[in-house]
């Protein structure tokens, strides 16, 4: 695999004030990737003064510091959402097999569904299936939970829950 490095540049003007950033990404500094501000001021007549700095993204959703960092753009702070179809309503005997669909606009770093603190599936999918065997639990109530990290370790969670009756 051959990686292509291309930069790109955005020069500013203002007075006796010159700013350049240096990115990664074409478009605005706002979109992410690794930038590098570069300021060079005019001072006296025959004197410049450069400062450079590694400019991190400017992105509208970063929070307080601590924060996890942002996707490119607001929307990549908004954790997963993990949305489950087909669990039924009333109580069951049978076996089920669950959708599940996890919407964000970055990629996974992994999908968990976890039932009886035991991990059903692991996979980096957003759309998959999965077979929950309510047959082998003892009746009760039992919460199928769904975990979803993005690639910048940001945590999607939802629980649903299902009911095992007894056989009569």
Known sequence: MKWLLAAFAAVSCCGTT????ISD???????GGANVRLTVKREGNDNLRARSEAAAPNLASAGPPGDPPCAFGP????????????VPKACTVLDFELRVRVRS?????????????????????????VR??????????????GIAID???????????FERCTIV
Do not use: H, W
Request: glycine share 6%; net charge positive.
């Open 18 to 21: 010159a700013v350049a950033t």
């Open 25 to 31: 990404r074409p478009g605005p500094a706002d979109y």
């Open 75 to 86: 929307t990549g702070c908004n954790p997963p959402i993990v949305q489950f179809k087909a």
């Open 105 to 129: 606009p970055v990629r996974m770093r992994v999908v968990r569904i976890v039932v009886r603190n035991r991990t059903l599936i692991e996979t980096r999918r957003k759309r998959f299936r």
């Open 132 to 145: 929950i065997p309510a047959r082998r639990f003892p009746p009760g109530s039992y919460g199928i939970r």
């Open 151 to 161: 690639r910048f370790d940001i945590r999607g969670e939802k629980i649903r829950d």
